[in-house]
């Protein structure tokens, strides 16, 4: 793994990453100015959100969509606000 | 068994292409390299090799998809003159960047506009700071060999650079000459099978190519690049050593024609070198201390080897293919210039900016340099730095 401040002699060749699935270790929430919040109480359970989701940080476990959004992921992009059909989900200055 | 043959050089390097039989060919065909493509891909119609040969629909594609054949494991090439390598420009980068040893032979030609089609260096010279390893050739056997030694220098573990292979357009392209080819077998034993360390294909080892290179590490691939390319230079000697041993032809860095003696001397890339060593030939029957010295490698530059030959003549001149537009001289000149400036050379250099767009180039001019060469050293005086030889005014 490549580490930040590794020098030449070490990381591989011609900008290769040379493992699989590493996006996920690269946290883009820092780049969100509004980040969605999803009110449970409203949610039809649709699955819209989590299906458009850009970055899968909309999360569903056993069948239900969960209000805990991996911010870790999340750009705030909105299209999960815009998407829903019952707007419960809420664009909430960071 | 080698055998004696006679082919354009388009044809040799054809021949090369087909002794090689890379996994993938991307090429589009442009004047003078055509010959070269069309004959290889009769290969491909006719089954005797065993390559994927993708038909692209600009140069630009050529290279990408070269690049890409290249980044998932085969052994890929394309061939390419002039504006097809012009058109191919952002993706040179990309190819050296990346690391890929493609070989790739450059027919050099003239670039637009005005519109051109004949020799000059132009195309190769405005890419040698792409990170391809840069190869010239007098004829077609030097050609020919040149492309085969080039797989071996990209692939090596300790280069992993793209070569270029530049042979002068139509006059070496489209002449027939006779040269030796190697044996199919040997040549199939020469390179072995190309196995890349990393590569697209490996689905148990999954990797990335071409991501993005930021402020972090981007500086630190480049320096790679550059460590590459100082590498290379063993790479080439070594390849050349066990070239030699194939075919009894000897290739170094540079050929060095009647300097032992010399006093005046030229420096000459591809094709032009021949019609020198005519014009040296000519002068020592005169009692004329005259020699030459042909680049063959040029990218990587062996500045230190050159500088150690040339130090000991009077006056230099560096004849340069291809205008810089500096208003300081080609780009050979700078680079002669410049590492004889780094020992303090006590020698005189001049330039020659010659032969744009085939211009023919003929023994008498090559002998009217040596000429003002001599007469720089009787008056001491340089009249011009940077001289164009052969234009009307």
């Not at chain 2, 797989?151 to 042979?167: A, F, G, Q, Y």
């Amino acid at each position: 793994m490549i580490k930040p401040g590794d020098g030449y002699k070490s990381i591989p060749k011609g900008g290769l990453i040379l493992e699989g699935g590493n996006a996920k270790r690269y946290n883009t929430g820092g780049w969100r100015t509004k980040k969605p919040v999803l009110d449970k109480d409203r949610c039809i359970n649709c699955h819209l959100c989590w299906a458009f989701c850009p970055d899968v940080s909309i999360l569903s476990k056993d069948g239900v969509v969960s209000d805990q959004i991996d911010y870790d992921h999340c750009k705030g992009c909105g299209i999960c606000a815009n998407e829903c059909p019952v707007n419960a989900i809420e664009m909430v200055k960071e | 068994m080698s055998s004696k043959v006679a082919l354009t050089g388009n044809e040799a390097l054809a021949q090369a292409m087909r002794q090689i039989n890379p996994d993938v060919v991307a090429a589009y065909p442009i004047t003078p390299q055509t010959a070269m493509v069309q004959t290889f891909s009769q290969f491909v119609a006719d089954g005797e090799v065993d390559t994927e040969y993708v038909t692209v629909e600009s140069e630009h594609s050529a290279m990408s998809a070269t690049v890409g054949a290249s980044a998932a494991g085969a052994r890929a090439m394309t061939a390419t003159a002039a504006n097809g390598l012009a058109l191919m420009w952002e993706v040179l980068y990309i190819a050296s960047g990346t690391r890929l040893p493609i070989v790739m032979p450059v027919v050099n030609r003239a670039l637009s506009g005005p519109i051109n089609i004949h020799c000059d260096h132009s195309d190769a010279m405005g890419a040698r700071d792409s990170g391809w390893i840069q190869l010239y050739a007098e004829n077609a056997q030097e050609a020919y060999d040149n492309a085969i030694q080039a797989l071996r220098i990209s692939e090596h573990k300790d280069v992993m650079l793209p070569t270029m292979v530049n042979l002068d357009g139509f006059i070496t392209s489209h002449a027939v000459e006779s040269l030796e080819i190697l044996a199919d077998s040997d040549v199939k034993e020469f390179i072995g099978e190309y196995k890349a360390e990393h590569h697209l294909l490996d689905s148990k080892n999954p990797i990335a190519v071409g991501p993005l290179d930021l402020q972090d590490f981007y500086f630190e691939h480049k320096m790679q690049q550059s460590i590459a390319m100082e590498n290379s230079k063993e790479v080439i000697l070594e390849v050349a050593k066990e070239y030699k041993e194939l075919s009894g032809r000897e290739y170094e860095f540079f050929e060095e024609y009647k300097l032992d003696d010399a006093e005046i001397g030229i420096v000459a890339l591809n094709s032009t070198a021949g019609t020198a060593k005519g014009a040296v030939d000519n002068l020592r029957e005169q009692g004329v201390k005259a020699g030459l010295l042909k680049i063959r490698v040029y990218r990587p530059f062996p500045g230190e080897e050159i500088a150690e030959v040339l130090k000991s003549l009077k006056a230099v001149a560096v004849l340069d293919r291809a205008e810089s537009f500096s208003t300081n001289g080609g780009p050979v000149f700078g680079d002669i210039r410049s590492i004889l400036y780094n020992i303090k050379a006590d020698v005189e250099v001049v330039n020659y900016i010659y032969g744009l767009g085939g211009r023919d180039i003929k023994v008498g001019e090559i002998e009217s340099v040596y000429r003002d060469l001599e007469e720089i050293i009787d008056s001491g005086n340089v009249k011009n730095r940077v001289s164009h030889l052969g234009v009307r005014e």
